[in-house]
């Protein structure tokens, strides 16, 4: 197959096979620019690297009714790889969960002093760099470098966040949207703190099967904004038409791991991945290399965006005006009675390299 990128020796090198030459573009039609007040064409959207993504390349996640007949869901699932569902988790639920997991991290000293938890406004008199968030960035750090990350490692195994990833109303959903014989929810998860103007820190362009080598592409992955994140404060964006792609790409590198010791052919960072895991950290370059628009949601509270393991997604930088934290937290799912990656049965912990 065509190697269509590689990065410098600096990061690491990363091949992926050709995408337009091996999955033609499979772009919806154009539908409005503006939504709920935003306007693509005026959003000014940067990834970890590359700059501001052009507004060509934006289209919307169009939000479906957690009420919607699932048939629908379901089909729209299959078609584009991820749904986005409005109002799925009780909102009041959700900004509650907010307001505790600041409670818990603020000895790090994140938080603007004489501000409240639910709100978690951020202490812009810090430097920010001080505050990566949990991501294959840092896979290789201590988390004794940063309170941030130590607390809020310890607060993904705490029982109000423990009870908020089991509840009824997701597992429900998850069983109702899979034809699964036991759907079950992996224990390993990340709460994703992105602090305002902080730059390359945005997760990377990746899927999550690359880290999930252990099993068969097909997970579900729940991604749960735990509050409002608009489209200014750094929440996800999915490639369109992208799950093939995935597909294809992972085919490629299992191909490339063959030679490899059976621990680096699982691995997410083994030599011929790019340095911290992912595909690049360049989203407006990848979207013109793959003739694809990143997709952008207006996240609410009590939203939450399923995605398959092999759906390509990135974030970008949050530039939320009235410098708020985005919290989110990543939960996933796959059927118990078929073979599952046990690694992802743990508790995550900084540094683990998973």
């Known amino acids: 197959m065509a190697a269509a990128a590689t990065m410098t020796m600096a990061e690491g090198v990363t091949h992926y096979p050709d995408p337009v030459h091996n999955v033609p573009p499979s772009i919806r039609t154009d539908g409005p620019r503006v939504q709920a007040g935003w306007d693509l064409d005026a959003l000014k959207l940067e990834g970890n690297q590359g700059g501001v993504i052009p507004p060509s390349y934006l289209s919307w996640l169009t939000p479906i009714p957690a ?14 790889g991820v ?7 009780n909102r009041e639920d959700v900004l509650s969960t907010r307001e505790k997991f600041f409670e818990f991290v603020a000895p790090s000293g994140v938080l603007k002093p004489g501000t409240s938890a639910r709100d978690a406004i951020y202490n812009t008199a810090l430097d920010p760099s001080h505050f990566p968030g949990p991501s294959a960035t840092q896979f290789n750090r201590s988390q004794n470098d ?31 949207l899979m034809p699964w014989q036991e759907p079950m929810r992996f224990r390993r998860q990340l ?84 340095y911290g895991g992912g595909l690049t950290k360049d989203c407006a370059a990848f979207a013109r290399a793959t003739n694809r628009r990143w997709l952008v949601g207006d996240y609410r509270a009590g939203d939450v965006v399923f995605h398959h393991s092999c759906m390509i997604h990135c974030s970008a930088n949050n530039e939320d005006p ?7 937290t990543d939960v996933r799912f796959t059927d118990r009675m078929a073979p599952f990656d046990d690694r992802w049965n743990e508790f995550y912990y900084a540094g683990d390299g998973k």
């Not at 749904?83 to 988790?89: A, D």
């Not at 940063?146 to 509840?167: H, K, M, P, W």
């Open 146 to 176: 940063n309170a941030l990350l130590d607390y809020s490692t310890r607060a993904g195994r705490e029982d109000f966040i423990v009870s908020f990833s089991d509840q009824a109303p997701l597992l429900d959903f998850v069983s109702r």
């Open 67 to 80: 009420d919607a007949p699932i048939e629908d869901i379901r089909a729209a699932y299959e078609r584009d």
């Open 191 to 274: 709460l994703r703190t992105n602090i305002p103007r902080s730059y390359n820190t945005a997760t990377r362009v990746h899927y999550d099967q690359m880290y999930l080598r252990k099993m068969e592409p097909g997970a579900l992955t729940a991604w749960i904004p735990i509050g409002d994140v608009s489209p200014v404060s750094g929440g996800l964006l999915y490639l369109e038409g992208s799950r093939e792609m995935g597909l294809e790409i992972e085919r490629a590198f299992l191909e490339m791991n063959s030679g490899l010791d059976p621990e680096e052919q699982v691995s997410a960072f083994n030599q011929n991945m790019l």
């Open 322 to 328: 009235e410098d708020k934290i985005r919290l989110a």
């Open 83 to 89: 749904v986005h569902i409005r109002g799925l988790l």
